[in-house]
């Protein structure tokens, strides 16, 4: 089984800052991953995926990831923090688990809180 | 296009019943997959139906299963509830399924077990 790590559960930054969103994966082979955001009330949306192409990646709302295969990680950064960016960010991870039968793993989230 | 409709939103049942979900995928989504959604277990993973067959499942107990209609709907059924069942319920559709298909999600049913 794959599994997903986001490195802290809360982060805060101000308003105009960058924002770093970490996560790592575990994949023997190439993986397809994915950054989701979720705002209160509200299901998944997703912000960008990396599927094998290009490393660096970009979204909506001006994110963008790096898939790192070296360091097994898909971070997900913004230069400059909005207060509508206060959401909670999920790292996910699909994988082959047999039979071309994929399975979508997540991290925990990482709830992302702006400050004026 | 509409989105990917789930009801009821909420739902309130007693330890011991069973309690249905329904999801209604995006016009021409054949897959439609459903999540688990815990404060301290998070998102987990349940089964992904694509056109009326059950693809694959997640670990859990048997008292969770689903099914999918020929218009791709879908629904999810717990037996037995349980106090710990107690979560928000996604259900999420696409076109060809889990591998690089963005999933779309709906908005979630939250059941309350007392």
């Known amino acids: 089984a794959q599994s997903v790590t986001q490195l802290g559960s809360h982060v805060s930054v101000s308003e105009g800052a960058l924002v770093l969103l970490r996560c790592n994966y575990s994949?023997?082979?190439?993986?397809?991953l994915f950054w989701y955001v979720q705002y209160p009330n509200q299901g998944l949306q997703l912000l960008l995926k990396y599927t094998s192409a290009a490393t660096l990646v970009k979204g909506i709302n001006g994110f963008e990831a790096e898939f790192k295969k070296s360091e097994t990680s898909f971070h997900l950064t913004k230069p400059s923090a909005h207060m509508s960016d206060a959401a909670e960010y999920f790292c996910a991870v699909s994988w082959d688990s047999g039979g071309s039968n994929y399975k979508l793993t997540f991290g925990k989230g990482t709830l992302l809180t702006v400050n004026p | 296009k509409a989105g990917v409709t789930q009801t009821p939103r909420y739902l309130i049942k007693t330890r011991g019943q069973q309690v249905t979900l329904s999801c209604s995928p995006i016009?021409?989504?054949?897959?439609v997959s459903w999540y688990q959604q815990t404060p301290g277990q998070g998102l987990q993973f349940l089964f992904e139906y694509f056109s009326e067959t059950q693809r694959n499942k997640g670990n859990f107990p048997g008292r969770f299963s689903g099914r999918q209609f020929s218009n791709s709907r879908s629904e999810m059924n717990v037996s037995t509830l349980e106090l710990g069942d107690s979560a928000l319920y996604l259900c999420a559709s696409s076109f060809q399924g889990l591998s690089t298909d963005t999933q779309y999600f709906g908005p979630g049913t939250r059941l309350t077990v007392l």
């Open positions: 016009s021409g989504h054949r897959s």
């Open positions: 994949s023997s082979v190439p993986p397809y």
